[in-house]
């Protein structure tokens, strides 16, 4: 923390009862910060990110973030008000849909240059075409959800057995031999219209204590995709509150 951000008059939640999630080993936090909308909180309560704005706290209606890979590191940073003006023009900035949380459309996955959609019934909507206006084709598409409180990549299990699949790994343990891993090609995901890529060594997790390489995801859902902490440490990513856009670069590693 290098400055304090002070919300007057925010409403927080107090929890008398824990789940287990609280109790892992490596979880060792006091509470959650939610950064989505007020529109996804919970009893509607002002979501402290549209109390910032509305208050006039921040310098500029955004924030962004920075996950590291890296042990030697801290796990990553935020910053409110402002980003790291080092990736200003590598930014690609994407629409939100919704007003709930920090969510877009998603229209494909490609493994390397190959024109195959692996995204399942992603090739139905892109094949309407000049059928749709851009409002319905968004509302059709897929939708995937930006979260620094996940794991991992989460969505539909017929799109991620294909991806394991396509790259030789185990369709049910997730587990690859890590003797392959050189040899893969990056995944290419495409949201709200632009590509975003992921490297085999971003998208495969080396147990280095159990020699052990596997991919970083798991199937959760038939609709709503997550892309979760393996995703977000490979993007510098920005969020504009006000104007409801999403800025990402390519992290540099």
Request: hydrophobic fraction near 35%; include cysteine; aromatic fraction near 14%.
């Amino acid at each position: 923390v290098t400055s304090a951000v002070m919300l007057r008059n925010q409403s927080f939640a107090v929890t008398n009862l824990e789940d287990r999630t609280f109790e892992l080993p490596r979880s060792q936090f006091d509470g959650l910060f939610g950064l989505g909308f007020t529109g996804g909180s919970e009893g509607g309560v002002k979501a402290p990110v549209d109390t910032m704005v509305e208050q006039n706290i921040l310098k500029e209606p955004l924030f962004g973030v920075k996950l590291f890979r890296s042990s030697e590191k801290s796990n990553g940073e935020i910053t409110f008000g402002s980003y790291d003006k080092s990736y200003a023009d590598k930014l690609q900035w994407i629409d939100v849909y919704g007003n709930y949380f920090w969510a877009t459309t998603m229209e494909g996955i490609y493994y390397g240059d190959e024109p195959t959609n692996y995204l399942y019934g992603a090739d139905k909507i892109n094949n309407l075409g000049g059928s749709l206006t851009p409002q319905e084709k968004a509302r059709a598409s897929r939708k995937a959800l930006l979260d620094t409180g996940s794991s991992l990549l989460y969505g539909d299990a017929f799109t991620l057995a294909a991806m394991s699949t396509r790259i030789g790994a185990d369709v049910l343990s997730g587990e690859i031999p890590c003797s392959a891993v050189p040899n893969l090609k990056p995944f290419r995901f495409v949201l709200g219209g632009k590509s975003f890529y992921m490297n085999p060594n971003e998208y495969i997790y080396h147990d280095e204590a159990s020699g052990v390489c596997e991919v970083q995801w798991m199937p959760v859902s038939e609709y709503l995709w997550v892309l979760g902490i393996p995703f977000l440490q490979s993007h510098y990513t920005v969020y504009n509150i006000k104007d409801h856009k999403i800025g990402l670069a390519k992290m540099a590693h």
